[in-house]
Every structure is written in C-alpha cells, then in structure tokens.
C-alpha cells in the first residue's frame, strides 16, 4: 500500500475485531514500526505491555466497561466532551472536527441537542443506557485478542520539565507509527480511553499490569485484524472529516491564513 493511501485510510475501529489472534509476527512489526519514532536523543523513552492472556483482557474489560457505565450514568462524559459532539451532516460539514453521531435509537434522537439537560440524563438512565454502552464497552475489550499498554521511562517523562514535553511529543509519534502499521496490515485499533477519567480505576489497572515504579502508564490500547463486514455498534459515529486547510494553517504569522487554493 502506497504511504499517502494508508495515511488516508487509518482510523479509529469503534467496532468488534474478528477472533483470530494477531501472529507474533504482526505483533513485533508494530513495535519494531513504535521503535522508529523520533525521540530527543534517541532516548526511546517509550515501554509496551502486549496483552493477549483472555483472563487479563476481561479483567481490563471489566474496567473499561464499568468506567464508561460510571462516566454515563453521572453524566461527566457529556459535560467533558459534549463540544466535540455533531448530530447532522450540515453542523459536521460547517465544522469539519469532532465526530457525528448518526447512529442512535431513535427515542434518544429528541434529545440529542439537550443531552446536559437533566430530563435527558434522567431518560438515559431510565432506559439503561449506561449499562447497555458499559457492557458493550467490556465486550469489545474482552474480545479484543491483542490489548496493548503504552508506559513512559520517568527516567525522561518528568512532568513540568522539558524532557517531559519531549517524551509525550515522542511516544505520540511512535503510537502513531504503530497506528499507520495496523492499516497495512489489515487491522484496527482504538484507544480505551474511560479507565483514565476515574483515577481510582487507572491505578487498579497499573497494579494490574505490575507496572514499576520507573515507569508511568500512559494509555492502553485495542487492536485486531478486522472484519471484511465490520457490523456497527448500537450507538455509533464517524469522524473522517477533516479540517480544510484555511481553517488550520497559516502563511508567514498567524494573522494571514492559508488559502484553501
């Protein structure tokens, strides 16, 4: 596959994966492609945790599922990220940011512009949504045959200071290396973003995972070879518009933005 072909086409896999284990092969090719990342001194401050073992992935699951019932149910994800949610394709249009929600029940449909409204939270509740979004969350962890855990060496990530900056910038890189690679290799990838927001839920997972105290843990991650019909999850988004080049770039200060031209 051609480089610019596989930049266009990677993106978040909201869906299941097919069962088949990802090949020891496959799953060095990744961390070979995250080692190719650039790093201040080539200091490769970053450190990967492959999980396959089932009974690990359930229990992060576990996690992953009931942090997202948590976060729903008391309405906190809404409050962080409603600014981010579009509900038509003329607002993702005008936008060309955040993601669109075109897959939704339609009793939830009414109260998409008023979802921080406590008649809407109280109707999410009502009809289980919590639960039915956290359960669906812990069984697309679980069945995920390859999670993976993104950690830094504090010997650089230290916070407030620069080599801080340098070693985030630098892992970022390198997950994004590992990211483009799942396109060629005809796999997915998501981040499994919830255990983060409960603090008390993410250092349940450090102990999990036996991280040490030299290093931090960063981010954990989904990944598998994708369905040749992938089904869509019961409530669902897209989010392949991007922004025009007018409305992110700029020539010489930004006081002159690019043409679009």
Not at 71 to 85: D, H, N, P, Q
Request: with cysteine; net charge positive; glycine share 4%.
């Amino acid at each position: 596959m051609e480089f610019l072909e596989v930049l266009r086409k990677r993106k978040t896999t909201n869906g299941p994966f097919l069962e088949k284990p990802v090949s020891k092969e496959h799953q060095h090719l990744l961390m070979e492609a995250a080692s190719r990342a650039p790093s201040h001194f080539n200091s490769q401050p970053w450190r990967f945790i492959l999980i396959e073992d089932p009974a690990k992935r359930e229990k992060i699951a576990k996690i992953g599922g009931r942090t997202m019932q948590q976060l729903i149910a008391e309405g906190r994800f809404f409050e962080r990220y409603r600014s981010y949610f579009r509900f038509s394709e003329r607002e993702m249009e005008a936008r060309r940011d955040g993601i669109l929600i075109d897959q939704l029940p339609a009793l939830l449909r009414p109260f998409t512009r008023q979802i921080m409204s406590p008649s809407a939270l109280r109707l999410l509740r009502a009809l289980r949504v919590p639960q039915i979004l956290g359960e669906d969350n812990r069984k697309l962890i679980a069945a995920s045959p390859l999670l993976l855990a993104a950690l830094l060496d504090k010997q650089e990530y230290r916070p407030g200071e620069l080599s801080g900056f340098y070693s985030v910038l630098s892992l970022g890189m390198a997950i994004e290396n590992i990211w483009l690679t799942t396109v060629e290799l005809g796999m997915g990838m998501q981040f499994i973003s919830t255990p983060m927001e409960v603090p008390e839920a993410w250092e349940e997972l450090k102990t999990l995972l036996e991280v040490p105290a030299h290093l931090e843990l960063m981010a954990i991650y989904r990944l598998g070879y994708l369905p040749p019909d992938p089904s869509r999850p019961r409530i669902d988004w897209k989010s392949d518009q991007r922004k025009r080049i007018s409305q992110y770039v700029f020539r010489e200060t930004c006081a002159t933005p690019e043409s679009d031209g």
